[in-house]
């Protein structure tokens, strides 16, 4: 059994997390999975459900882009297998990548403010 498997249903319940890192996780799995299942596959979003969690929770991120195909962009470029769909671990690194440019934003910000 993979260490991930051993660790959930231990360390890592879905119902009641305890840290902030863990909450945030939980945050992500219940965020995904609201979305995925209403079209097709329930453990997948389609390029609709990826649209609306887009817009829904990510509003900043969205709110100054300007390209019409932004989201068929998006969905491209997460959907590594080709299927026409986001899975959980498509989606995470969505999550992380725009979480790393974040903070690389915020750092490069302190630095010119001295900190």
């Given at each position: 059994m993979s260490l991930t498997l051993d660790l959930c249903p231990t360390v890592l319940p879905l119902t009641a997390m305890s840290t902030p890192l863990e909450d945030a996780m939980d945050t992500l799995i219940r965020i995904f999975h609201h979305y995925s299942g209403k079209e097709g596959d329930r453990y997948k979003l389609s390029k609709g459900e990826l649209k609306e969690l887009l817009t829904s929770?990510?509003?900043?991120f969205l709110s100054g882009q300007k390209d019409p195909?932004?989201?068929?962009?998006?969905?491209k470029d997460l959907d590594s297998n080709k299927d026409n769909e986001?899975?959980?671990h498509e989606f995470?690194?969505?999550v992380a990548t725009l979480t790393v440019a974040c903070n690389d934003f915020f750092e490069e910000q302190l630095k010119?403010?001295?900190?």
């Open positions: 929770e990510l509003t900043d195909l932004l989201i068929d962009k998006i969905m986001v899975d959980f995470v690194i969505l010119r403010e001295g900190f």
